[in-house]
């Protein structure tokens, strides 16, 4: 749908009954006080895959230990990916890392002002891009995030797949259609507060709508058919087996590199099987442990772990190995002996980090 489909008067009137909407509805959310270009960015950036009641805190975090992109830019990265634990998806995290360089190197410290240019930054896509310029700079650029995406497929009754690339265009232009130049970033923090409170993906409560009466899925009972999404790509399964080496005080830990989801963090020792074992019997041997477990207590951690990532189902299991007073056994070249005071500040996935407090290596509440 275009501006030939729609004329002014039914975009001013639909502008109207949504910021309206907003006025009544819009949460009071930290980040919508500012138009300080670098702080929406952080906020955009990690309420990404995250909700607002978990991104929160680390929205005020990052701001107060880097209140400006020169101080997240003069930051360590191991100090940023261990402020972001917890929240998962580290590539943000490093991403994060590499535009606040950009943006001081490049860029003088100052955000680029359009979505246009936005875009080049690392990790930064169209929706973020459009958000931080309509919101800091007023550019009347839509904001399509996947809150934007249900709000027009319903109300429009668009049926176009929304993970094809079709329709990246076609709700493009219907939001260049819909956006008000007078305050585009009203325009766009309302859609995505409407999709987020009011037309929600299940059982949205359309009684009490205020578009119930122009709503092509409300007319159509097609709330629970819009928007349209092919179906996800099934999460492969990956056995993972960890081993934590220790002797006292001391831990046996690897940052892992390449290209992974944990990149830069540490973990334990790890096997990876085909298959699921619970005994360390079943494989012990075909994976050459034995020499490496040799000298050590090894106890189980009764507790197996799932971890869902975006396309893989981790089953991780966790063996103690105590060496009471002999060495720990000899590693390759990528691990490390590290002391308990240390292990607490050195970035982990969250997994790895539950497990260390859980079983007593590390306090319980520290941070
Ligand atoms: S009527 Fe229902 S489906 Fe339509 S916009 Fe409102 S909440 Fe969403």
């Known amino acids: 749908m275009t501006e030939d489909d729609m004329d002014k008067v039914e975009v001013l009137c639909f502008n109207k009954i949504l910021s309206k909407w907003y006025i009544q509805n819009a949460r009071d959310l930290l980040w919508r006080s500012t138009r300080d270009p670098y702080k929406i960015w952080l906020s955009e950036v990690i309420l990404q895959q995250t909700r607002v009641v978990q991104g929160t805190p680390y929205y005020v975090k990052f701001t107060s230990n880097y209140p400006t992109v020169y101080d997240l830019a003069a930051a360590p990265l191991q100090e940023v990916l261990r402020l972001w634990q917890g929240l998962g998806y580290y590539s943000r995290a490093r991403n994060l890392h590499a535009s606040a360089r950009m943006v001081v190197e490049e860029y003088g410290g100052e955000f680029p002002r359009t979505a246009r240019e936005l875009v080049k930054l690392k990790g930064l896509g169209a929706y973020t891009a459009a958000a931080i310029a309509s919101f800091a700079f007023d550019e009347p650029v839509p904001a399509i995030d996947g809150n934007v995406y249900r709000v027009m497929a319903r109300i429009f009754g668009i049926e176009t797949d929304i993970l094809s690339p079709a329709a990246k265009k076609e709700f493009f232009s219907l939001g260049q259609t819909l956006i008000s130049q007078d305050d585009p970033a009203t325009y ?97 041997e075909s994976y050459g442990l034995n020499h490496l477990l040799r000298g050590g207590v090894v106890e189980p951690v009764d507790k197996a772990f799932v971890h869902l990532l975006t396309h893989q189902k981790l089953h991780v299991r966790f063996w103690k190995v105590d060496f009471g007073q002999q060495a720990l056994p000899a590693l390759p070249e990528a691990y490390g002996v590290f002391d308990l005071d240390r292990v607490g500040s050195l970035p982990k996935p969250i997994l790895i980090d539950q497990v260390l407090r859980q079983e007593g290596f590390l306090e319980q509440d520290e941070e």
């Open 188 to 284: 766009n923090q309302a859609m995505i507060e409407f999709g987020a409170l009011q037309c929600v993906p299940v059982a949205p409560n359309c009684e009490v709508c205020v578009f119930k009466a122009r709503c092509f899925a409300y007319a159509h009972q097609a709330q629970d058919r819009l928007p349209v999404k092919a179906k996800k790509i099934k999460a492969r399964s990956r056995y993972l087996n960890y081993f934590i080496l220790y002797n006292g005080q001391r831990i046996a830990l690897k940052e892992r590199v390449g290209k992974g989801i944990w990149n830069g963090l540490y973990d334990f020792y790890e096997i990876e099987t085909q298959e699921p074992h619970g005994q360390l019997e079943d494989f012990a």
